[in-house]
């Protein structure tokens, strides 16, 4: 696995688009970043977000099996749903690509493909406080809010990297 980290980055996901054909001789990149500046959401929507206040990034792998391409955000929802899981906290999947807690968005993932490589990025609020979530058009909440807690974002990822390519999806890539 490669890893690139960003202090600073426009988007994860822009950057692994712009990067796609360096990025394709690795089986699997990582790329994560503390502030993006101008993230993304699905439909092309701004991810809002202070520096250090949310778990920010992108996975650049191959895809094996293209019937699963309509269904990875749900499988990265799951996996992540899975590495929040001891903390016994009321999270939902909303379709298409968001986890939820009592109807305010935890986190927004979007996936697409790019040169033959599959791109998936989460965006996963983490330490916000409530007025910072106020500039954000939907209802929102973060880990810090639900549970008084600044949960490390390194053991979360590295979670996440396990329910998704090893436990939620073993089939989803080759070569990992």
Known sequence: M????????????????RSINRLKSFPLTVITADFQTGGIGRRLDRWISSEQSSLLLSFVYPLANKELM???????ANALKKALSTLDLPITFKYPND????????????????????????????????????????PA??????????????KILRLL????FLGIAPNLSKGL
């Open 70 to 76: 309509p269904h990875i955000s749900k499988y990265c």
């Open 161 to 164: 990297l396990h329910h998704f």
């Open 141 to 154: 909440t973060s880990l810090f809010i639900e549970t008084g807690k600044r949960l490390p974002s390194e």
């Open 99 to 138: 986890l939820m807690i009592n109807g305010k968005k935890l986190s927004g993932i979007i996936s697409e493909t790019c040169e033959g490589m599959m791109i998936t990025s989460v965006g996963l609020n983490l330490y916000q406080e409530q007025e910072e979530l106020q500039a954000i058009d939907q």
């Open 2 to 17: 490669k890893r690139l980290h960003f202090k600073t980055i426009d988007s994860t996901h822009l950057y692994a688009k």
